[in-house]
């Protein structure tokens, strides 16, 4: 399985970034993918998961209404859209996925730089 | 959600020492816990999963333990290449997953 993801961004505050993780390989449609987005010199924070099969996301507190994760079953790609972007979310973006037991595979990263 | 509180936030080490890194959840996850190790600029790796089984490909110096809110990864003799951050996460079904803080293992 490999995951590959779109290229880095850079973006102004209260604009919207969508980072695509494209799957290979694997069972897109049962396996869960995640998004983990690392600030500089922070910890990996999660920030929802898909199951493409049941097409329901999932999202912790601090990223609802913010964060919307879908999945495309006919490109076998996930997808992240982060709206109202502050400086706060200038990070690496990871997808990873999970096949119901930690999160196996990862994307190489995608660098969203959030700056006016 | 749930939260996840390792400890201690770093480790001062030397090669050949046995490290042990503690993870505690808010309330119960039973088994369902994770550790990863990251090293700069690159991706976290699975190590250990459902709390004590040990990932394909991994040294068998690592290892898990615990269950409920309490958990433990420990390296039995510490490596040159074993110098990296390391974060427990919890996965149950019914909740949003959350990573630990992560420790960092320097050397002393």
């Known amino acids: 399985v490999q995951l590959v993801q779109s290229g880095a961004e850079v973006k102004k505050p209260g604009s919207w970034v969508k980072v695509s993780c494209k799957v290979s390989?694997?069972?897109?449609?049962?396996?869960?993918f995640n998004w983990v987005r690392q600030a500089p010199g922070q910890g990996l924070e999660c920030m929802g998961r898909i199951i493409p099969i049941l097409d329901i996301a999932d999202y912790p507190q601090k990223f609802q209404g913010r964060v919307t994760i879908t999945a495309d079953k006919a490109t076998t790609t996930a997808y992240m859209e982060l709206s109202g972007l502050k400086s706060e979310d200038t990070a690496v973006y990871y997808c990873a996925k999970s096949s119901g037991y930690g999160m196996d595979v990862w994307g190489q990263g995608t660098t969203v730089i959030v700056a006016s | 959600d749930i939260q996840m509180t390792q400890s201690p936030s770093t480790l001062s080490v030397s090669v050949g020492d046995r490290v042990t890194i503690s993870c505690r959840a808010s309330q119960s996850i039973s088994s369902w816990l994770a550790w990863y190790q990251q090293k700069p600029g690159k991706a976290p790796k699975l190590l250990i999963y459902?709390?004590?089984s040990l990932e394909s490909g991994v040294p068998s110096r690592f290892s898990g333990s615990g269950s409920g809110t309490e958990f433990a990864l420990t390296i039995s003799s510490l490596q040159p290449e074993d110098f990296a951050t390391y974060y427990c996460q919890q996965y149950t079904a019914d909740s949003p997953w959350t990573f630990g803080q992560g420790t960092k293992v320097e050397i002393k």
């Open positions: 390989g694997g069972s897109f449609r049962s396996d869960t």
């Open positions: 459902q709390a004590s």
